[in-house]
């Protein structure tokens, strides 16, 4: 990126036939998006270059990724080829861990799933305790 600011597009590298030759090429991994780190003050002058058209926005701040996430993401395509990019699904029956709010950190199975909202039965001390949780406030266990 020209404006000083650190930036990464993770490229994926595939096999693309021609009707004369297979070649391998690299493409976004993450169609459209590209990763910045970037300070507060700085957000404008990104959402000002050509092609930006916003952040990330998750519960409301835009998105951060962990360094260490990075981290991964550059070593698992720097060993894999042709890698696919599926959005996990929450399923009832699963088991599923609080993130944030005043559950943090309890554990729970999937009673259901409906929109944003999943049941989760939270099952700690001999007691089931169901609640509607955000799913953006869950992770898998």
């Not at 404008?44 to 701040?61: D, S």
């Not at 088991?95 to 409906?114: A, C, F, H, I, N």
Request: charged share 30%; with cysteine; hydrophobic share 40%.
């Amino acid at each position: 990126m020209q404006k000083g600011l650190e930036s990464y597009c993770p490229l994926n590298k595939v096999k693309r036939k021609w009707s004369d030759r297979v070649k391998m090429i690299e493409e976004p991994l993450f169609k459209s998006y590209v990763f910045v780190k970037v300070s507060e003050e700085d957000r404008t002058a990104v959402r000002m270059t050509p092609g930006v058209i916003n952040f990330v926005y998750w519960e409301g701040k835009p998105a951060v990724i962990k360094e260490k996430e990075i981290q991964a993401i550059k070593r698992f395509l720097d060993e894999h080829e042709n890698v696919e990019v599926e959005s996990l699904s929450i399923q009832v029956d699963q088991r599923v861990k609080v993130t944030t709010g005043p559950l943090m950190d309890q554990e729970g199975k999937v009673v259901s799933v409906q929109n944003k909202t999943v049941k989760v039965a939270i099952d700690s001390l001999g007691y089931v305790l169901v609640a509607h949780i955000d799913k953006a406030k869950l992770t898998f266990t």
